[in-house]
């Protein structure tokens, strides 16, 4: 297999670092044994954990104020592939990479699949694209794509999805995630019902040619590009569409889409309850943002969603939504940030295991409040990081990722071997 990063030099800091992590990890495990806890099975857990990276958050990110490029930005969909696969080598929880149509459209999709091969790289959900006009487009998307009011426009909308899906065939994925930015900025601009109405017609049509072993996952988002309504704007709507479409139409949770302080893991629930919770976008928000790395701002929440995705997995251990990461990332180099969130979100979930289930259950039924929720916090506040780097380690991954990548020099490399393009530092999303 292809690794970018020096195995000689990798081995040099894990060696660096063995020792001091043994004792740490013997410690947690003689903590744990006291709770009952064996902390090998956990550890199995956390080694089987993974989060698909998105291919676009491996590129600086910006605002609609302006952007910042970072050096030795990958340029196109081979140089995006090389940073998920260092991602990769480091920290062993991001086997797989989350492409977006066109903007990794690949001009020989074989060749593409091959490229990630040899990094042992595997292609996550697919996403479409219809929030902005594209190259040689007959119709324009400003006024809405799966939703719009024409038909030809709706109907490019749904060929485009059609064509990532079958992009998606040839390159091993089984997903496809559509988020629309389709709303609108005025009260009385748009037909609330009919709008919602010609987005499941049109949702519909993209079910009706999906391979049986695919999944179609609907994201929400309460607002942004729209600023006063948007179609699927939260999840029930979002649960809606996916009921009236089909069993492998579900919906998906971008933690950054809601309202703040919205109870985001009770929306995981109630959509599982329901089998209808299909997959994540992972990252954190402060005000009305999506864009902040998984667990800056609020670990808890992370944690509390993982604690109802474990209690599901207890009572169907084959449960297994589609995870990744959806982050801009706009002031920290991409991959630091993409590997300090990958294990954020692991740390989470090897957290969510030592809830003791069977005491919370006890306080749940004799109405103790303050046991219920010290219970919680019992498992939360213990310190899982020798497992997650015990986990990185077995895997032959970095003990200290982001030390470890320092130390390589990519970066440097690459911005040697990627000079900045003058004409794409201006502002804007990208
Ligand atoms: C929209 O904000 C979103 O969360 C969707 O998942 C998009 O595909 C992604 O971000 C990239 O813009
Ligand atoms: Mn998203």
Redesign the pocket.
């Known amino acids: 297999m292809t690794q970018l990063i020096n195995n000689d030099l990798l081995g040099t800091q894990n060696q660096s670092l063995e020792s001091g992590l043994k004792s740490d990890y013997t410690a947690l495990g003689e903590k744990l044994a006291r709770s009952d806890i064996n902390i090998e099975a956990i550890l199995q857990k956390a080694k089987a954990f993974s989060i698909a990276v998105?291919s676009?958050g491996v590129g600086t990110g910006g605002t609609r104020f302006a952007r910042f490029p970072g050096q030795g930005e990958p340029r196109n969909i081979y140089e995006k592939l090389d940073d998920c696969s260092v991602i990769q080598q480091l920290s062993q929880a991001t086997p797989a990479v989350s492409l977006?149509i066109p903007w990794d459209r690949p001009s020989d999709p074989n060749e593409l699949r091959q490229y990630a091969d040899q990094y042992g790289l595997m292609f996550d959900a697919m996403?479409s694209?219809t929030?902005q006009d594209q190259a040689n487009q007959e119709n324009s998307y400003k006024y809405g794509s799966l939703t719009h009011t024409s038909q030809a426009v709706r109907d490019q909308a749904i060929a485009h999805n059609i064509d990532v899906v079958e992009l998606g065939q040839k390159l091993g994925s089984k997903a496809l995630?559509i988020?629309v930015?389709d709303g609108s900025n005025f009260p009385g601009q748009q037909h609330f019902k009919n709008s919602f109405a010609q987005y499941i017609d049109s949702i519909k049509q993209i079910y009706a040619t999906l391979p049986n072993d695919w999944n179609m996952l609907l994201?929400h988002?309460i607002f942004?590009p729209a600023f006063y309504s948007t179609v699927i704007q939260d999840w029930g709507s979002s649960y809606l569409a996916a009921k009236e479409t089909g069993e492998r139409c579900l919906s998906l949770v971008?933690l950054?889409?809601h309202a703040p302080n919205v109870n985001i893991e009770m929306i995981v629930s109630r959509l599982a309850q329901f089998g209808k919770l299909g997959g994540f976008?992972f990252n954190d928000s402060k005000y009305g943002d999506?864009d902040l790395d998984s667990g800056s701002i609020n670990p808890y929440q992370l944690f509390l969603v993982f604690n109802e995705l474990t209690d599901i997995q207890l009572e169907n251990p084959s449960y297994s939504p589609f995870y990744m990461l959806?982050q801009?990332h706009n002031v920290t180099d991409p991959i630091e940030s993409l590997m300090y969130s990958a294990a954020e979100v692991q740390r989470a979930y090897v957290k969510s295991l030592l809830v003791d289930r069977k005491a919370l259950a006890h306080y749940q039924q004799t109405n103790d409040p303050m046991m219920a929720q010290a219970t919680l916090k019992q498992a939360y506040n213990l310190d899982v990081e020798p497992i997650l780097q015990m986990a990185r380690f077995q895997s032959n991954g970095a003990i200290d990722p982001i030390a470890c990548y320092r130390e390589s020099g990519y970066r440097q490399q690459c911005a040697q071997a990627r000079p900045v393009d003058p004409n794409k530092t201006g502002s804007g999303?990208i």
């Open positions: 998105p676009w977006h996403n694209n929030f995630t988020w930015g994201e988002k942004e971008d950054g889409h976008h999506d959806d801009s999303i």
